[in-house]
Each structure stands twice: as C-alpha cells, then as structure tokens.
C-alpha cells in the first residue's frame, strides 16, 4: 500500500514570494491533516479536512496560510506571501477517518527555507 | 488545554545500553497516546500506539507503557543499536486533535 506522498521535498524561497505544497493521501482515506514543524520543536496541526470540507483551521494563519482539497482527495497548502518565520518542515498525514482510534500516517515531509 | 513535555530533550548512551524516554501530559482526557520516530529531514514512523484502554504496548525491543491517570507515558528501547539514534516524538489525541511533545533526541554511539 503506497504511503502519503508529498512534493517537492525540499524548497528555497525569499520572503514575500508565493510557495505551493502538494499532498497525496493514502488511497481510502477521508480525514487529511497539515502539520507545521519549525526546527526543534513537535509538529502543530495546521488544518484538517474531512473529505473536501474544513474540520479545524484553527491554528492556520489566514492572512497568508490557505489550503484546499477540491474532489477529497489530493490538497494543496499555500503561503502567500512568505515570512522568515514560516521556515520549517511541513508535514502531510491521513487517516481514514477522524474518529477518536483512527491512527494518522505521515508523509516525508516538505522542507521550506525562507531567505 | 493539552500540553505535552518530553524528558530528556537529547540523551547520548553506549551501544547495547537499556534506556527510558519520558513523556507526559496535562490532561488525562486522552483516547491515545503514539510513538514515533523521526529520521533527520524525513516524515514520521509510528513505532506504538496505545489506546486510552491500554496500560503498554510492545514491538520488538520497544515498550511502551501509559498511566493516564498520572498523565505520563514511557518508552524503553532494550539493547539499544546505532540504528535507533533519531528523534522520538510523543503525540497524545486529545479532542481529536494530535498534539504533539518536543522530541527526544537520542544519539546511540558504537
């Protein structure tokens, strides 16, 4: 069974430029989840969808943070502009549902430098 | 709400040591408790998880074992090898939300 996937892996930007992520889960799963982890610290959720409709975007900077998941499958995470700050790995997982016992699986992860 | 503490935040051991990683929570309204494991620049490996239900989980040279009730938890990596020097994250499902400790940076030298 194929994992999370996620491109590209690894990304070089300067602040104020537009940076798009891209995440495939695996095949099955409705619940997709966006983690935020800047270097040293655990991963914090970002959004989460169930299907194509927002669960949680609590902790999504909206001013500059937007994610979509059109057809429930695949999800795109954008930054629009970037900030010094947003410097970190961003991590994609599913699971098969959002109840309480569904386990997540994570992707590779995506690793954004922000110059 | 949940915060989640991880102790040591880095531990350097001898090949073939017993070691212990510690976490623990603030609110013990959890429904589980994971393990993982993160190689430098990779994803996330899920090693156990326990469910609220449970008192340890076991896989090969690792335990893992949950008091919710106290609100820790611990992993005990038997006959430790190179192989296991990673970081290891501990992740409580509070609310349905996964959150997330510090990490454990674990170096095992040959």
């Known amino acids: 069974e194929a994992g999370v996937a996620q491109s590209p892996r690894y990304k070089i930007i300067e602040k104020r430029q537009s940076v798009a992520f891209w995440c495939n889960p695996i095949?099955?799963?409705?619940?997709l989840y966006w983690y935020q982890q800047i270097l040293g610290q655990g991963p914090k959720l970002l959004i989460q969808f169930q299907n194509n409709g927002v669960v949680d975007d609590s902790q999504l900077p909206k001013d500059r943070f937007s994610a979509e998941r059109l057809k429930g499958v695949d999800s795109t995470l954008k930054i629009q502009p970037a900030k010094l700050e947003d410097s970190a790995v961003y991590l994609c997982a599913s699971s098969q549902g959002q109840g309480s016992y569904n386990e997540q699986f994570f992707g590779p992860g995506t690793r954004l430098t922000v110059l | 709400k949940q915060e989640v503490t991880q102790i040591p935040a880095a531990l350097s051991v001898p090949e073939g040591e017993n070691l212990v990683l510690n976490c623990s929570f603030t609110?013990?309204?959890?429904?589980?408790l994971q393990w993982f494991r993160q190689d430098p620049g990779k994803g996330l490996t899920s090693l156990l998880l326990i469910q609220s239900s449970q008192r340890e989980q076991t896989s090969g040279r690792l335990n893992a074992s949950l008091d919710k009730s106290s609100g820790r938890s611990t992993l005990y990596i038997a006959a430790s090898q190179p192989g296991d020097s990673a970081t290891y994250l501990c992740a409580v499902k509070s609310f349905q939300k996964l959150v997330f400790g510090t990490g454990t940076r674990l170096l095992v030298s040959p």
């Open positions: 609110d013990s309204a959890i429904y589980n």
């Open positions: 095949s099955g799963h409705a619940t």
